[in-house]
């Protein structure tokens, strides 16, 4: 069989610079993973590290990760049931050449995959992709000679990242003195242990909900959506808990809270964890030369710039995912940065991503600045969110027929082609149609000024999509 054929798998298996994700068996079977592990070895280092959620494929993909890394020689750090940002920060702690995370997000439970992290914790940018896919292509692997096999070594590499977070973090010993009651939903996933302990160094009270291991399942849908936590949301206000914070499986996005409505739009996480840093950006406004910069996404409300306008601050958006955002916050030197989902990007934390440990921190420094009983009185700083987000297989949709009768049916409109196409109004609402990087689908979503604006761009955008 040849090797395309062997990957070319259809909607069972994505490859993009988000990563790998595929079902199980169709997408990843014991072939495709050993020629994805192989293609890795062949462009990275030596040292590489581990890390895996709780998905009952991933000692499967796991072992036969490791073993292929070995017979190519190279030194495996396996930091075992990890958040993703956890991974990231060890390869950046423990100075490794590359890492791995066994995972496929909040995908549901028979798919799984990988994340390819580079030097210093970054995720693959675009270049280390095409390099990866092109030795994926090329069928190389660098095997080595029995007496040069590599190594495997457990590590626990939790305890660094925490106190990487409270080393950043600002308004520690206020959040200590606070005692805040916290709900923890950990979706059994690779946060159920990780965050309890840094809220517990924070002199927190954790509540936990699916923070025990969930052998064979999600005791809960894993996308953090607001149907998904309802019980989250419920407990959170039976507990009169001053917030709640609930995850994903991979723990590198984050959902809040209240006391008073339950689970938050995962919108506000973001701004949120911004107000845990305004104070201090604030007071250092005066030896900036230029606006500091808050990078978000093309797909994130604007919700933040209420908050960067305190700090005198600029917003400027990237494509969708990870990579793009962290890619154009070193570009910009960023204070800060992140994405819609639940996606809060410290670049001061050697996980320099998405991590909801830092997220969670940074909401509770807001809280403990403002001495705040609860999040609602962080929330009341923000205003009202009017977004709409759905998702609508790929199938045979003719995407870029379809983007065109979109956009002539908003014209005129700014158009932003980086990532599928972005139209901004004139009234400042705004559509995004794009296809997703780690499912078969392709997302829209849109924000307006009132419900009634949202309502009406809506049933115009469905009737395109229905032309």
């Known amino acids: 069989m040849k090797l395309n054929q062997l990957i070319d798998r259809g909607n069972h298996l994505m490859i993009s610079i988000s990563g790998i994700r595929g079902t199980i068996p169709e997408g990843l079977d014991p072939l495709n993973i050993v020629y994805f592990a192989r293609a890795f070895a062949e462009i990275t280092g030596r040292k590489i590290v581990i890390g895996c959620d709780n998905r009952p494929t991933g000692p499967m993909l796991r072992d036969l990760l490791t073993g292929t890394l070995l017979a190519a020689g190279k030194e495996v750090l396996d930091i075992g049931l990890a958040p993703t940002p956890t991974v990231k920060a060890a390869v950046f702690q423990q100075k490794a050449d590359a890492g791995v995370v066994i995972s496929a997000s909040h995908n549901p439970l028979e798919w799984n995959g990988f994340k390819f992290i580079t030097r210093n914790g970054f995720f693959f940018d675009r270049k280390l992709f095409d390099r990866w896919h092109a030795a994926l292509r090329s069928n190389a692997f660098p095997a080595v000679n029995y007496r040069r096999i590599g190594t495997l070594r457990q590590l626990d590499a939790i305890g660094d990242h925490i106190d990487a977070v409270l080393t950043a973090i600002p308004n520690v010993a206020a959040i200590r003195r606070q005692r805040y009651r916290v709900v923890v939903d950990g979706v059994g996933g690779a946060g159920r242990e990780a965050l309890p302990r840094l809220l517990e160094e924070l002199g927190c009270h954790v509540v936990r909900l699916f923070c025990e291991e969930s052998p064979g399942k999600f005791p809960r849908p894993p996308e953090p959506t607001p149907a998904a936590l309802r019980k989250f949301g419920s407990l959170v206000q039976k507990e009169r808990a001053a917030v709640g ?119 509770l420094s807001a809280m403990a600045a403002g001495k705040a009983v609860n999040v609602d009185q962080l929330m009341r700083q923000l205003p009202a969110l009017h977004m709409h987000k ?36 004139a009234d400042g609402s705004w559509i995004h149609l794009r296809a997703s990087n780690t499912e078969p689908i392709f997302r829209v979503i849109v924000q307006a000024p009132s419900r009634a604006r949202l309502k009406a761009i809506i049933q115009q955008v469905e009737e395109q999509l229905g032309s």
């Open 245 to 363: 914070f609930a995850l994903d499986p991979d723990a590198d996005r984050l959902v809040c809270g209240s006391p008073t409505t339950g689970a938050i739009h995962e919108e506000y996480t973001l701004p949120l964890a911004l107000l845990g840093m305004a104070p201090g950006l604030a007071q250092n406004s005066k030896k900036w030369r230029r606006p500091p910069t808050i990078v978000v996404n093309l797909s994130t409300a604007d919700l933040c710039a209420h908050v960067v306008e305190q700090i005198g601050a600029r917003v400027v958006r990237s494509a969708v995912g990870e990579a793009n955002v962290v890619g154009m916050m070193r570009s910009e030197k960023a204070v800060f940065g992140g994405e819609g989902n639940g996606g809060v990007i410290h670049p001061l934390l050697p996980s320099f991503g998405r991590d909801s440990l830092a997220g969670a921190a940074l909401i």
């Open 390 to 425: 759905t998702k609508y297989p790929t199938g045979k949709t003719d995407r870029d027929k379809l983007f065109k009768r979109v956009e002539r049916a908003f014209a005129p409109a700014a158009i932003d082609r980086r990532d599928g196409l972005h139209l901004t109004l």
